[in-house]
């Protein structure tokens, strides 16, 4: 009776280790099931990191080596969205090779980020050919190549890119040779108008020592009395004379230069405020002005002029 009461015992306790067992088992495997459940529904809500902590429950949980490939994955994705998010902060501080770097790192199997990190880069590329075209307007063509090729260097197959390098290369060196020929055109007008300014010293001698003589001709024994400004014909010969051998600045807007000393004369061109004006010679005319011939440097050009040009347009304060 009493052996018959210890099997009995036995037999009562390997009833409930085994069903504790299986109980454990059932429950463990119910979580599991729960968590693997969760763990995919986080992929594809795009939460890598939740999804990547339940995995490594899991293979805690279960010891199968399918969830470390699956934590794995979630790793990899995590990595993906983690460039996506560099690659917008980057475009918001309008880094954009680095914000294309980290858009190229995203893969293709990350379902919630890849086609938006795809448009990212689109916008990216736009970035850079809006802002390298602002250098190029502002002649720095080195600045905009600088961000093209940087920019090819991480998209080499982005054909718009390639493009808009080949087209400021292209702008560029026209902006050089045109720069060379003004340069050029520039030397040369110097050259002339230094030759033309030492030609016009000597003939401003000469005028004045004119102008002198027929001043002193002009004068009458039989009124030396009479102030010398009353008379309009010495007084404009008198201001011929200051003026001769000096340089003023126009002050009418498109002044006209004649190739004569009259405004009948053929009108050479029009030249803007604030051009230098040396003359050389003087003549009064009928009217209250005097008839400059002079060396006329444009404002606005590179343009020098050897023409005639009223008083009335010069800012005269001596």
């Known amino acids: 009776m009493k052996q018959k009461n210890i099997i009995a015992v036995v037999l009562i306790t390997v009833v409930i280790f085994v069903g504790t067992f299986v109980g454990l088992n059932i429950f463990n495997s119910s979580k599991a099931e729960k968590l693997d459940k969760l763990a995919h529904q986080c992929i594809v809500d795009g939460n890598y ?21 699956k934590k794995r994955e979630a790793v990899e994705l995590l990595s ?9 902060n980057y475009l918001k501080e309008m880094k954009y090779v680095d914000a294309a770097k980290s858009f190229l790192k ?26 390298s075209d602002s250098f190029a307007e502002d002649d720095n063509f080195d600045a905009s190549l600088n961000m093209l090729n940087s920019y090819a260097r991480v998209m080499p197959h982005e054909t718009i890119v390639i493009d808009k390098i080949k087209e400021v290369e292209k702008a560029k060196n026209q902006y050089n040779e045109k720069k060379q020929d003004e340069e050029k055109q520039r030397a040369l ?33 039989d009124k030396k009395d009479e102030s ?19 340089t003023y600045l126009v002050t009418a807007d498109n002044a006209k230069i004649y190739e004569e000393p009259s405004n009948k004369s053929q ?3 029009s030249i803007p405020m604030g051009s230098e ?17 002079a060396i006329i440097k444009s404002a606005d050009s590179l343009k020098s002029y050897d023409a005639w040009i009223s008083s009335n347009n010069l800012e005269i304060n001596d």
Do not use: F, M
């Open 49 to 69: 990191q939740k999804a990547v902590d339940y995995y490594s429950e899991l293979y805690d949980r279960t010891n199968d080596g399918s969830y470390i490939d």
């Open 80 to 88: 993906s969205k983690n460039n996506y998010d560099y690659g917008v």
């Open 106 to 131: 995203v893969s293709n199997k990350d379902s919630v980020n890849y086609q938006k990190a795809q448009q990212r880069l689109q916008e990216s590329t736009q970035a850079v050919i809006i802002a």
């Open 189 to 221: 007008s110097e050259k002339k108008e230094k030759e033309a300014r030492e030609k016009a010293e000597k003939l401003a001698n000469e005028s004045a020592e004119e102008l002198k003589k027929e001043k002193e001709s002009t004068k009458k024994p």
């Open 228 to 246: 010398y400004e009353t008379d309009d014909n010495k007084r404009l010969i008198d201001l011929c004379i200051r003026l001769v051998g000096k």
């Open 267 to 269: 009108v050479i061109s």
């Open 277 to 293: 004006v040396y003359i050389y010679e003087a003549k009064p005319d009928s009217g209250q002005r005097v008839w400059c011939h």
